[in-house]
């Protein structure tokens, strides 16, 4: 079963960049879809971005479409979220997620019951 751990959050001003990193370990890395969510204040878990096993397919949120970005990297056992053009509402916990197998719908991958790994999570807060 894998192990995954968060870093790279932190505080940042509204229009800046931040890069989420979400390390593996004690697993085979590239057998894993993986995904990215967040929790707000007072909010519900909620899916940010997911990227298939090869890196090649990946889904993301509406509300971070166009700003953040996920990527993998297979030989470094590591997947990011590069987060541009943040904004206050993007303040939240970060999560990494591990689901064993192939990517699956983005319907499917939007669940939390889909994944069966998580990191412990990193605090990003953007300032206004």
């Known amino acids: 079963q894998v192990q995954l751990v968060e870093s790279g959050g932190g505080l940042v001003q509204a229009g800046g960049s931040l890069r989420l990193s979400c390390a593996a370990s004690?697993?085979?890395?590239?057998?894993?879809?993986m995904g990215w969510f967040r929790q707000g204040p007072g909010k519900e878990r909620e899916f940010v971005a997911a990227?298939?096993?090869?890196?090649?397919?990946?889904y993301h949120a509406d509300s971070v479409k166009g700003r953040f970005t996920i990527s993998r990297d297979n030989g470094k056992a590591t997947v990011y979220l590069e987060m541009n053009n943040v904004k206050p509402e993007d303040t939240s916990i970060y999560y990494c997620?591990?689901?064993?197998?192939?990517?699956?719908?983005?319907?499917?991958?939007?669940?939390?019951?889909?994944?069966?790994?998580w990191g412990q999570g990193t605090q990003v807060t953007v300032s206004s």
């Open positions: 997620a591990a689901k064993w197998g192939p990517l699956r719908d983005i319907g499917t991958m939007k669940k939390i019951q889909t994944y069966g790994t």
């Open positions: 004690g697993g085979t890395f590239s057998m894993y879809a």
């Open positions: 990227v298939g096993r090869t890196g090649v397919t990946k």
